[in-house]
């Protein structure tokens, strides 16, 4: 999808369809009154018979207004003027683009972040217009033949903005937007797909794919030979349970000086985890296609990074693997050696991630980080914990901690801190090895962080386990592509292209 901004006199732009916002109590948002104005108060003659009271998320289309060069104008209610907040205005957003998705117009204006919501600068609105309606847009169709597509989409948005002197601010959050929202894209995309198309292998050929495509970006796959040689016990016993085999995944983003310390994502690319031998339930087990999440993350910041050629080194790497129950799967009582040479004994083979992740982790060091994030689908204790809203963080990083919770915040995209105490690390005790991989009932996304943080003594490091956020489940489920929007602000932070915003 395309976004310009748009500037002037609204009654005189032309579109096909222009978005404007109306409260309770019929009260007209600015750009809508001086819509009222120029067609002889015909919106507020037409709140006053009661056809919309400014109930968030309703909506009313207008045809062939007076004095009016749109040829429709959408009235999207914003709920209570007091409460304007930004959850309200993405709701509007939301239930605006929709309408005008399905609509046929194929572009429209959009005039909703006048007045900005409360606590909201105008550079974050008009980003999150964009973000909004790139995820309302947004389809899957790799495999399907989508019948219920919309026949003329939104091809381009139109955002609205007052004074001249906020085209410069509003150019550079729609040149963010576009960025994050083909990042969101792929993230969503490569998660969608079913674990028979994604596999290990087709996600390390989707990297060297992205690596033809952006020049900055510099790809390296090792294979098992290559993961056995240096010694990934841990991670080649988890795929050693299936026919696919184990990738790991490198891409190298060097926008900085040569010796700038890099900033390393390591996202989980479990691509089906049926538990393996330590078998899921049926119920919803289709669901663990999405275990590859954190690496589909992973996939999506790099895709933002190099659309935004930013100045700065960052390396995401993504082991890529399956759980499944072969003979030769991992069995409860197991032993391996991690690359770090801990041994884990496995008495769970379904606690699956932090085995490919913490030999992923061990071979970050090589790389002298600046900071590492690992992105991982790690608990369903962790849903149990926070719900579907907030990613988990654990760190014990108080800066980092900082770091990305206010990235979050900025973003929209938010993550909780909980505890990473070593009060909780005995829960990882085994009579036969270094650590067991599973830590009881009690704190289980919290003994998860534990067993990673094993791992990471020799960087800065924190871990958001996404298991809650990265998809939807029933009748929209899909892909989210959360966390890309927090991880690219965190990056645009760090570049230094949020100045001034
Ligand atoms: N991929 C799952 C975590 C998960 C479960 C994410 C449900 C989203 C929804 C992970 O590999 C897993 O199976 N974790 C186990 C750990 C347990 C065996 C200690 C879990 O959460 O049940
Ligand atoms: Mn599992
Ligand atoms: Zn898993």
């Given at each position: 999808?395309?976004?310009?901004?748009?500037?002037?006199?609204?009654?005189?732009?032309?579109?096909?369809?222009?978005?404007?916002?109306?409260?309770?109590?019929?009260?007209?948002?600015?750009?809508?009154?001086?819509?009222?104005?120029?067609?002889?108060?015909?919106?507020?003659?037409?709140?006053?018979?009661?056809?919309?009271?400014?109930?968030?998320?309703?909506?009313?289309?207008?045809?062939?207004?007076?004095?009016?060069?749109?040829?429709?104008?959408?009235?999207?209610?914003?709920?209570?003027?007091?409460?304007?907040?930004?959850?309200?205005?993405?709701?509007?957003?939301?239930?605006?683009?929709?309408?005008?998705?399905?609509?046929?117009?194929?572009?429209?204006?959009?005039?909703?972040?006048?007045?900005?919501?409360?606590?909201?600068?105008?550079?974050?609105?008009?980003?999150?217009?964009?973000?909004?309606?790139?995820d309302r847009v947004y389809r899957?169709?790799?495999?399907?033949?989508?019948?219920?597509?919309?026949?003329?989409?939104?091809?381009?948005?139109?955002?609205?903005?007052?004074?001249?002197?906020?085209?410069?601010?509003?150019?550079?959050?729609?040149?963010?937007?576009?960025?994050?929202?083909?990042?969101?894209?792929?993230?969503?995309?490569?998660?969608?797909?079913?674990?028979?198309?994604?596999?290990?292998?087709?996600?390390?050929?989707?990297?060297?794919?992205?690596?033809?495509?952006?020049?900055?970006?510099?790809?390296?796959?090792?294979?098992?030979?290559?993961?056995?040689?240096?010694?990934?016990?841990?991670?080649?016993?988890?795929?050693?349970?299936?026919?696919?085999?184990?990738?790991?995944?490198?891409?190298?983003?060097?926008?900085?000086?040569?010796?700038?310390?890099?900033?390393?994502?390591?996202?989980?690319?479990?691509?089906?985890?049926?538990?393996?031998?330590?078998?899921?339930?049926?119920?919803?087990?289709?669901?663990?296609?999405?275990?590859?999440?954190?690496?589909?993350?992973?996939?999506?910041?790099?895709?933002?990074?190099?659309?935004?050629?930013?100045?700065?080194?960052?390396?995401?790497?993504?082991?890529?693997?399956?759980?499944?129950?072969?003979?030769?799967?991992?069995?409860?009582?197991?032993?391996?050696?991690?690359?770090?040479?801990?041994?884990?004994?496995?008495?769970?083979?379904?606690?699956?991630?932090?085995?490919?992740?913490?030999?992923?982790?061990?071979?970050?060091?090589?790389?002298?980080?600046?900071?590492?994030i690992d992105l991982a689908t790690?608990?369903?204790?962790?849903?149990?914990?926070?719900?579907?809203?907030?990613?988990?963080?654990?760190?014990?990083?108080?800066?980092?901690?900082?770091?990305?919770?206010?990235?979050?915040?900025?973003?929209?995209?938010?993550?909780?801190?909980?505890?990473?105490?070593?009060?909780?690390?005995?829960?990882?005790?085994?009579?036969?090895?270094?650590?067991?991989?599973?830590?009881?009932?009690?704190?289980?996304?919290?003994?998860?962080?534990?067993?990673?943080?094993?791992?990471?003594?020799?960087?800065?490091?924190?871990?958001?386990?996404?298991?809650?956020?990265?998809?939807?489940?029933?009748?929209?489920?899909?892909?989210?592509?959360?966390?890309?929007?927090?991880?690219?602000?965190?990056?645009?932070?760090?570049?230094?292209?949020?100045?001034?915003?």
């Open positions: 999808m395309d976004f310009t901004l748009k500037t002037g006199d609204l009654a005189k732009l032309k579109t096909p369809c222009l978005v404007l916002g109306v409260f309770e109590k019929h009260k007209l948002s600015p750009p809508a009154e001086q819509i009222d104005k120029a067609s002889g108060g015909r919106l507020s003659a037409l709140l006053k018979k009661g056809d919309l009271n400014g109930e968030a998320g309703r909506t009313l289309l207008l045809y062939e207004l007076p004095g009016v060069n749109a040829e429709r104008v959408l009235l999207v209610g914003c709920g209570k003027k007091k409460d304007y907040n930004r959850s309200a205005y993405r709701k509007a957003l939301a239930a605006a683009i929709s309408l005008v998705n399905q609509l046929g117009a194929g572009e429209a204006l959009c005039a909703l972040a006048e007045p900005l919501p409360a606590r909201l600068d105008r550079y974050h609105a008009l980003r999150d217009a964009a973000l909004t309606a790139a899957y169709d790799l495999t399907k033949d989508d019948k219920q597509a919309p026949k003329h989409p939104l091809k381009r948005l139109a955002l609205w903005v007052e004074r001249k002197g906020e085209v410069e601010l509003g150019e550079r959050a729609i040149a963010h937007a576009q960025a994050m929202a083909a990042g969101t894209d792929l993230a969503k995309t490569l998660a969608n797909l079913p674990g028979n198309i994604c596999t290990p292998n087709y996600l390390a050929e989707q990297a060297l794919e992205l690596g033809q495509r952006y020049k900055t970006l510099e790809v390296d796959i090792l294979d098992e030979a290559r993961m056995s040689e240096l010694g990934m016990g841990a991670l080649l016993s988890v795929a050693r349970g299936s026919r696919q085999p184990p990738r790991l995944i490198v891409m190298h983003y060097r926008g900085g000086k040569a010796d700038d310390k890099p900033l390393v994502l390591v996202g989980k690319g479990l691509t089906f985890d049926a538990g393996g031998i330590s078998l899921k339930p049926a119920a919803e087990m289709d669901e663990m296609k999405y275990d590859m999440c954190g690496g589909a993350s992973v996939f999506g910041a790099m895709r933002a990074l190099c659309e935004l050629g930013l100045k700065l080194n960052v390396i995401g790497v993504v082991p890529a693997s399956e759980n499944l129950p072969d003979g030769a799967a991992n069995k409860p009582g197991d032993i391996v050696t991690s690359l770090s040479g801990q041994t884990i004994e496995i008495l769970n083979t379904d606690a699956e991630g932090r085995l490919i992740l913490c030999d992923a982790l061990t071979y970050c060091e090589r790389f002298e980080p600046e900071s590492v790690l608990t369903g204790a962790c849903v149990v914990a926070l719900g579907k809203h907030p990613a988990g963080l654990f760190t014990q990083d108080e800066a980092l901690a900082h770091e990305i919770l206010a990235a979050g915040e900025t973003s929209g995209d938010r993550a909780w801190r909980m505890p990473l105490w070593d009060d909780y690390q005995n829960q990882l005790d085994s009579n036969f090895a270094d650590m067991a991989n599973i830590g009881g009932r009690d704190g289980g996304a919290i003994t998860a962080a534990c067993f990673l943080a094993r791992f990471t003594k020799h960087y800065r490091w924190a871990h958001l386990d996404i298991a809650g956020i990265a998809w939807n489940s029933g009748k929209e489920k899909g892909a989210t592509g959360r966390p890309v929007i927090l991880l690219t602000q965190l990056i645009l932070e760090r570049a230094g292209a949020l100045k001034n915003v």
